[in-house]
């Protein structure tokens, strides 16, 4: 019995020992999880937009510096009430953290050789911004940064502007970047695991519409549109876009109609259409009366999933539209699945001998005018060791 006790105790005190150990360990891989993230609170919803309407990456605008504060002004307090009507606050710091966590407590598992390893948070227009990440990743002694885009789909509007900003911190802060080594997982559109999650999460909401019209609902998957504009410049997302579609659609074997679709628009610029909403009204007027709606672009729920997919459309317009059947699914959010598919993906980038940049990456849009990327592209092809 006594034995038994003792035993007990020396476990007890060398997991102890085991786990201080660990805390103490230098962080030998960060995860730098990029995304424009969202305001938590109402009183962050001004300074959010105003970073997202003076930022000539994501959108842009005659006399920016002065229309851009006026816009973010004009916004705020109809912003303000989506979000109160969301609960308060954006969710996504909080998905991420979970998915970082969960990611690197996987990380860890499985790559010994890398760990420990640690996920930052980088958002690009709301704490914890890019700087704070870089910052906290060079006090933790992180070796090397896996500089991780959360979207899936590549856009110079969204991914690139993040990774402008990475290149402007670095020019402003010599040396503090370039002292870790680094890798980019830029897209990963086409990634197995995730169009297995996208599949699971619509084979969810199929099984709960009628047996009778399941086979004639349609899968509108919806994704936050982009100027005309960027588009003629040669901005990838569209295609990207597609590419994950066409993979959810191969693991659901085709089972039924679907479309790509569009939402999100602002201001009066011609946008990349069909609109969603639109969709859902001339498709109604067709006829049909059952649909599934799919998050494509957004690998967590925020104000584009929980206030306009959720209430603006399968609530308010699928009552206008009479609809039988018009259900949303779900983000990736903590899916094992996607767990494993953000983990393997930051496995494979860490195994490759590569360079830790991909040539397209590397590679401007045709039309790109915008001297920032260039800068930026020469800067990380440097940094990661590829030829530009
Ligand atoms: Fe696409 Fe500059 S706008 S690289």
């Not at 401007?364 to 990380?380: I, L």
């Amino acid at each position: 019995m006594e034995i038994t006790r003792l035993s007990r105790r020396l476990f007890s005190t060398a997991s102890v020992l085991r786990n201080a150990a660990e805390t103490n360990r230098k962080v030998k891989t960060g995860v730098l999880m990029i995304n424009m993230g969202g305001p938590e609170k109402l009183d962050q919803v001004h300074d959010y937009l105003l970073g997202i309407m003076t930022d000539r990456d994501m959108i842009q605008l005659p006399v920016q510096s002065k229309l851009g504060p006026w816009i973010a002004k004009r916004r705020t307090p109809e912003v303000q009430k989506k979000y109160s009507e969301i609960g308060g606050g954006s969710p996504i710091l909080k998905w991420t953290n979970r998915q970082g966590e969960l990611m690197c407590k996987k990380l860890n598992e499985v790559s010994k050789e890398t760990g420990p390893h640690k996920h930052y948070v980088a958002f690009r227009y709301v704490t914890p911004f890019i700087d704070d990440a870089i910052e906290a990743m060079k006090k933790d002694g992180v070796e090397h940064v896996v500089a991780f885009s959360q979207y899936p789909q590549y856009s110079c509007a969204t991914s690139g502007s993040s990774f402008n900003a990475i290149f402007d911190y670095a020019a402003k802060n010599k040396g503090i970047a370039e002292s870790m080594k680094w890798s980019v997982i830029d897209r990963w559109s086409t990634n197995p695991l995730l169009a297995k999650v996208f599949a699971d999460r619509i084979r969810t909401e199929l099984n709960q519409i009628p047996e009778d019209v399941r086979h004639d609902t349609i899968i509108l998957f919806s994704a936050h549109s982009l100027p005309l504009k960027a588009v003629q410049r040669g901005d990838p997302y569209p295609s990207e876009v597609g590419s994950t579609v066409q993979m959810v659609m191969n693991e659901l074997n085709h089972c039924n109609p679907f479309n790509l679709v569009w939402q999100s628009k602002v201001g009066p610029l011609p946008w990349l259409g069909p609109f969603t909403d639109e969709a859902l009204e001339a498709y109604v007027k067709k006829g049909k009366k059952n649909f599934i709606l799919v998050p494509i672009a957004f690998v967590n729920e925020h104000i584009e999933t929980l206030h306009e997919l959720d209430i603006e459309y399968c609530h308010d317009l699928g009552k206008k539209l009479g609809v039988q059947n018009l259900r949303r699914a779900a983000a990736p959010n903590d899916h094992p699945l996607f767990i494993d598919a953000l983990t393997d993906l930051v496995q494979q980038r860490l195994k490759s001998t590569a360079p830790g940049v991909s040539p397209k990456f590397l590679t401007r849009c045709p039309h790109c005018v915008n001297a920032r990327c260039g800068q930026t592209k020469k800067w990380f092809a440097e940094l990661c060791g590829a030829r530009i």
